[in-house]
């Protein structure tokens, strides 16, 4: 299967998703949005679900 | 060097030599980590393999194991690899070389035997103090003759690195230090000056009073040393990892260092700034003015000076190699960078988290919002950020192309490689997350028990069960990430009959040093104006605390950490009645 990117910087941007996800969860606290531990998971799922959908997608399909 | 041949090929027995430093660093890391799990699945209360009086025993592990041996060991090795590669030429005296790298073994093998015999009744022999040693805490006499035999091989180790440059530099007239050479002298400067306060602490106040041959010292006094030392201590961590950032990473990054002038001038502020700094560790003791808290306070923001020239200089060289790979746009240069690469990817996320924890550091520096986190878990979530990975995590990704470059020998497991810097990326963003949350709403570190009945912490966001989960989830990832890195380094060590893919050489600065002034490479200079920063900085501060408490103190004897606690408490008790009484 080809990927539109490296495995690697997939990996990485998985990494990333992960932290932004931790990070944020705190971020909105201090703006009085909580998100329950439940939600950030689906959030995170949801997120490097597309993430890897993203990457699988054969480039130039919908354009 | 000869084109293409490694390090090893070059100077084998100074290969050699800075392999035993990298192992003696890797066993520190391994141990250190181990205890840092136990640690971190203790107080959480998810799962306790030890008894909660042993805890102080494993923190001190876990701090001594990894900050001072598992960091300098490593440093010292890199040092000397920069310092050979760059001046092109072996140390004078290899022997003498061998010498400084025995006593720092010897030095860590003492305080590690006083440290972990604490695990056992049947030696008396305890360390329960912490990496910090604060007085009346006591440790047995060892621990601190471990500690000053191995802060003299270090010193010895500069000396050496001075010994070689000024060899080179009677073969070479006129020219300016090579750079990473000029980052070893001006590191090790620092080193000299800050080092001293520990020194004095130790051999002329803890160790004697140790030792039974005074009564009594001035726990003021001896914090305050500690600290004139334990602040440069961190960039004594950092600054190999700046190292490897302006020399390492520009040509994995496909370029070239940005500009050797400026990376000169990022090591001489250190050499400046980052001593006369320390009291900023003790807003909240008393017996210091608030005078010289806020003095010691506006020099720490000058320290954001060379950190933020470091940031613009790694990346613009980080930008360069991109764009040498074919990198374009104001964003897209970014994925032309080699992710593959478990050297740079590692050393870019350890940048990453070292920005971010430098934002953390500003709160611990500023006066008055320190006093929200102070000795809370926010401290270790700063230092975790700090040393555990902006110091770490690049000399795991720097040993990824450095252990090669020693061995002679492929790296094995390059996929896995970027697993593990990943990995210790997501742990320690899991754990300092809780640790940071945590310290927020007050809950303190350095402690088995952080939880207290009849007492709810109120967690800005989820619960304090969610924050403990985090932290042991954290801990763990970090655990697996170091046990993979060290199996790989194993691995690669035994990987006989097989060359590095990359090879050794360095390319030259875009803007070279012919660009900077050649005020820049006048060490004396340097020098005098750090001593006289420090005088100013502490002279005061010192007197006024000698002045008040004595240079040993109003009769504060020792406070034994492994001993019966009921009889301690009787003890206590006792005195109090009888001093009530009197």
């Not at chain 2, 990824?400 to 810097?421: E, F, K, S």
């Amino acid at each position: 299967m080809r990927l539109r990117t490296s495995p690697a910087k997939l990996l990485v941007l998985v990494a990333l998703c992960l932290v932004v996800l931790v990070e944020l969860r705190t971020a909105l606290a201090f703006v009085g949005v909580s998100l329950s531990i439940g939600a950030t998971v689906a959030v995170g799922v949801a997120a490097i679900a597309a993430l890897l959908l993203w990457a699988v997608r054969p480039a130039g399909s919908g354009e | 060097m000869p084109n293409g041949a490694t390090f090893a090929d070059a100077y084998p027995t100074q290969a050699r030599h800075i392999r035993a430093a990298f192992w003696a660093s890797f066993l520190s890391l391994g141990v250190g980590a181990f205890f840092g799990l136990i640690q971190a699945l203790h107080r959480t209360d998810i799962l306790r393999v030890i008894e909660s009086q042993t805890y102080y025993t494993v923190l001190t592990a876990h701090g001594v194991f990894l900050v001072i041996s598992f960091t300098i060991f490593f440093l010292v090795g890199v040092f000397q690899w920069a310092v050979t590669d760059s001046l092109e030429r072996p140390p004078v005296d290899m022997r003498f070389t061998w010498g400084w790298y025995g006593l720092m073994s010897l030095g860590a093998s003492l305080t590690a035997f006083a440290i972990l015999a604490g695990f056992t009744d049947s030696i008396d022999v305890r360390a329960n103090v912490l990496f910090t040693f604060y007085a009346p805490l006591q440790a047995h006499p060892l621990f601190y003759v471990g500690l000053v035999v191995f802060v003299v091989g270090t010193w010895l180790a500069g000396a050496d690195w001075f010994r070689s440059w000024l060899a080179w530099k009677g073969d070479n007239p006129g020219e300016r230090i090579p750079l990473p050479t000029f980052m070893v002298l001006t590191t090790m400067i620092m080193w000299y000056i800050s080092s001293i306060g520990v020194a004095v602490a130790i051999l002329a106040f803890i160790l004697p009073w140790s030792l039974e041959l005074t009564g009594s010292l001035n726990p003021t006094l001896t914090r305050t040393l500690f600290w004139y030392f334990g602040h440069p201590v961190v960039y004594f961590w950092l600054l190999p990892a700046y190292l490897l950032w302006y020399i390492l990473l520009p040509k994995l990054a496909g370029g070239r260092l940005f500009s050797d002038p400026l990376a000169r001038v990022v090591f001489i502020l250190f050499v400046l700034l980052s001593t006369p700094v320390g009291i900023h560790h003790q807003y909240l003791d008393p017996g210091i003015s608030e005078g010289f808290k806020f003095i010691a306070m506006t020099n720490t923001m000058f320290l954001l000076l060379p950190s933020l020239l470091t940031a613009f200089t790694i990346i613009a060289s980080m930008e360069h190699g991109a764009r040498q790979r074919g990198g374009e746009g104001y964003f897209n240069w970014l994925t032309a960078l080699p992710w593959r690469d478990p050297a740079f990817t590692g050393m870019a996320l350890a940048g990453m988290v070292f920005a971010f924890g430098g934002f953390t550091g500003i709160v611990n520096a500023g006066m008055n919002i320190n006093y929200l986190v102070h000795n809370t878990l926010w401290v270790p979530g700063h230092i975790h950020t700090q040393v555990g990975t902006a110091a770490a995590l690049t000399f795991m990704a720097g040993a990824y192309w450095l252990v090669p470059q020693l061995t002679g020998n492929r790296l094995v497991g390059r996929g896995l490689a970027l697993v593990q810097v990943v990995l210790w990326f997501v742990g320690i963003v899991f754990m300092t997350n809780s640790m940071y949350r945590g310290g927020l709403v007050g809950i303190p570190r350095r402690t088995a028990e952080p939880q207290y009945e009849g007492f709810e912490y109120e967690v800005a966001a989820g619960s304090v069960g969610e924050l403990n989960a985090q932290l042991a989830i954290g801990g763990t990832i970090l655990f697996v990430s170091a046990m993979l890195f060290l199996a790989l380094m194993v691995l690669t060590a035994f990987n006989g009959g097989t060359e590095p893919i990359d090879d050794g050489s360095i390319p030259p600065a875009l803007s070279g040093p012919e660009d900077s002034p050649a005020v820049l490479d006048n060490l004396k200079l340097w020098v005098a104006i750090a001593a006289v920063l420090v005088v100013i900085a502490y002279s005061f501060p010192l007197a006024s605390i000698v002045s008040r408490g004595g240079l040993f103190g109003p009769d504060i004897g020792p406070i034994p950490v492994a001993i019966d606690a009921a009889s301690t408490v009787a003890r206590t008790a006792l005195e109090a009645v009888s001093a009530v009484v009197r």
